[in-house]
């Protein structure tokens, strides 16, 4: 007979433990507080959040720091409040673990008309509305089956990167499980080796590369959830191609290298449609994430992409071949001394000449702002910037080693980045706490986030502070929705929103005003005043939440945002002309 058992809340919460969780997000209700009684002695830190919606996005963010990232909610009211996070989380390839406290097995079984139900006796509604947002699910009944099933779904969240639910009724929190299977670490299954396909695959990606005279790299983000960044980091340095990120593949390779030429904006297109090989890591081509289609490799006959599970070369696919079971084959195969060494004649982001205004100028989006703050990071910095005028503006950046961003993609919920930067700093304290952080001893989280996305999350800044992490916000004071107003209704009422005191929040939040962790807050109009808030001594080595409030014009945006604008003016222009009204 089995003797070493434990029970099965400690079972899931100490694989979650092995696959690197050391903290773990969510709020509590009344199906899962027993299980809540097992966090601790599983060696996990819990992080009450202030709703679920946050609890989500915190753990979205702590996943892609950490590898993977886990919450836990009540049965529907908790778990349904989360749901947009988790749809985020699907939609980027976030691994997210949402862990369900459901009620009694009898009372499931009996059909029984309690809260948090329909009061139909329908329990499995709630189960259904997930399955379109998680890789996989487990619905826990049985505890002779529910370790296997436990391990089942950590892997599909591993294997595919995306977010998986388990739900756990009270009634089984406590029933005693084998713990032989712990002995075992949780491995993603790797591929059967396919010798005809792997061969024909290697043979058509390296005549590709042999034959190209203007050759590329373009490093998406789904590298990062593909887990091939070393290998991606290698063939950027030793091709020396001339290499470009998508905005979402922003910092997964050293922008230091002098073959890195930043962002694949429209004003690289020219070049890149030059190109006569564009080889392609981690795809992501949403319309977000290629400035609305514009760039996109053209020509598919010269384009090779190396997805998740398969790689395509021209107009084939090959299937079964994940690509950190394919690179590490290529690298293994190819012949430098064969490939091209193109020598582009393309401007490098560092040696472009940025213009900056007196002290008295305001400071505006487009007249250094960006490149100013890119001298204030440092390695090892965790940077996000919120979907918004943030987002364009952080394309703009050059970012030192060692260094994260997180912009927006294609989910795009604003509010999400300031639970965000709550999951991505505990990941970053947890990291340095386990030495696994690049050798640094201490790092900061920076937050660029829009008055108007700052609203919708607001109450996670109370956590940051409880928690005492080192997080620097600069909040943009655009007096409402500016990316909406670019889009359409620069006029209208329904994109402003109700002026905040914002420098007061942090006080509100509970942060102390004195002692190692006092929090420092700057308001910021002019040149003058963002230079003397950036090399304040308090804002330099200050280990609290610091908060700068950037003021800026209404309609003021980054160029790409500005030309919508434009365009939206010239329709205005045109229905004046023709005497149609306005909307």
Same mark, same amino acid.
């Given at each position: 007979?089995? %003797? ?14 092995? &696959? ?222 001339? %290499? ?58 010269? %384009? ?14 090959? $299937? ?78 050059? &970012?030192?080693?060692?260094? $994260?961003l997180f912009k927006p993609v294609t989910w795009l919920s604003i509010g999400y980045m300031l639970p965000a930067t709550l999951g991505a700093s505990l990941a ?156």
């Amino acid at each position: 007979m089995e %003797t070493n058992t434990t029970t099965l809340a400690e079972y899931l919460f100490t694989r979650l433990h092995q &696959l690197g969780v050391d903290s773990i997000f969510g709020l509590p209700g009344d199906y899962n507080l027993r299980l809540l009684d097992y966090v601790a002695p599983s060696r996990l830190h819990w992080v009450g959040n202030c709703n679920e919606l946050n609890a989500g996005y915190a753990a979205d963010g702590y996943s892609r720091i950490k590898g993977i990232g886990a919450l836990v909610t009540t049965f529907g009211v908790g778990e349904l409040s989360a749901v947009n996070a988790i749809a985020g989380a699907y939609a980027e390839r976030a691994p997210v673990v949402h862990i369900v406290g459901t009620p009694l097995r009898e009372s499931q079984e009996s059909r029984a008309l309690i809260h948090h139900t329909f009061s139909d006796g329908e329990y499995g509604r709630f189960d259904r509305m997930q399955e379109h947002i998680t890789v996989a699910q487990s619905i826990l009944t049985d505890h002779r089956t529910a370790p296997a099933e436990i391990d089942r779904v950590l892997r599909e969240c591993l294997l595919h990167s995306r977010p998986v639910r388990i739900t756990i009724p009270d009634d089984m929190v406590a029933l005693r499980v084998p713990t032989i299977t712990l002995e075992t670490k949780l491995r993603v299954p790797l591929p059967v080796h396919q010798p005809q396909i792997e061969e024909k695959a290697l043979r058509a990606v390296l005549d590709r590369i042999y034959n190209a005279k203007s050759p590329m790299i373009l490093v998406d983000g789904e590298s990062r959830s593909a887990r091939i960044l070393d290998e991606v980091d290698y063939l950027v340095k030793s091709t020396e191609w001339p %290499t470009f990120t998508s905005g979402f593949g922003k910092s997964l390779i050293d922008e230091s290298l002098p073959n890195v030429y930043g962002v694949f904006t429209p004003q690289r297109k020219e070049f890149v449609d030059s190109c006569d090989l564009v080889l392609c890591f981690g795809p992501h081509f949403s319309n977000t994430n290629t400035f609305i289609f514009q760039t996109l490799p053209t020509d598919p006959e010269a %384009t090779v992409l190396i997805n998740h599970a398969s790689v395509q070369v021209g107009g084939e696919i090959f $299937r079964d071949l994940p690509a950190n079971y394919f690179l590490p084959q290529l690298i293994g195969q190819v012949d430098l001394s064969k490939i091209a060494k193109p020598t582009p004649k393309l401007v490098h982001p560092k040696s472009v000449e940025r213009p900056t205004g007196s002290n008295t100028d305001l400071v505006t989006h487009n007249s250094g702002f960006w490149s100013r703050i890119s001298s204030f990071f440092r390695e090892g910095d965790i940077i996000l910037a919120e979907t918004g005028t943030a987002g364009y503006g952080a394309n703009e950046f050059f &970012l030192p080693p060692k260094a $994260r961003l997180f912009k927006p993609v294609t989910w795009l919920s604003i509010g999400y980045m300031l639970p965000a930067t709550l999951g991505a700093s505990l990941a970053q304290r947890d990291l340095i706490a386990r030495s696994e952080y690049y050798d640094l001893l201490e790092a900061r989280t920076i937050l660029f986030i829009g008055d108007g996305s700052f609203q919708l999350t607001t109450q996670e800044l109370a956590t940051i502070i409880h928690k005492k992490l080192n997080v620097i916000i600069f909040l943009l004071n655009n007096d409402g929705y500016t990316i909406e107003r670019c889009i359409h209704g620069r006029n209208q009422v329904y994109n402003d929103i109700t002026p905040w005191r914002y420098l007061k929040a942090p006080e509100f939040y509970g942060a102390p005003t004195e002692g190692e962790y006092a929090a420092h807050t700057w308001q910021v109009r002019t040149w003058g005043d963002l230079e003397k808030a950036l090399t304040d001594e308090k804002m330099l080595n200050g280990k609290g939440v610091r908060m700068v409030e950037v003021f800026m014009e209404k309609l003021d945006a980054p160029l790409p945002l500005l030309g919508v604008l434009d365009m939206q003016i010239q329709r205005e222009r045109e229905r004046e002309t023709a005497g149609r009204p306005i909307h």
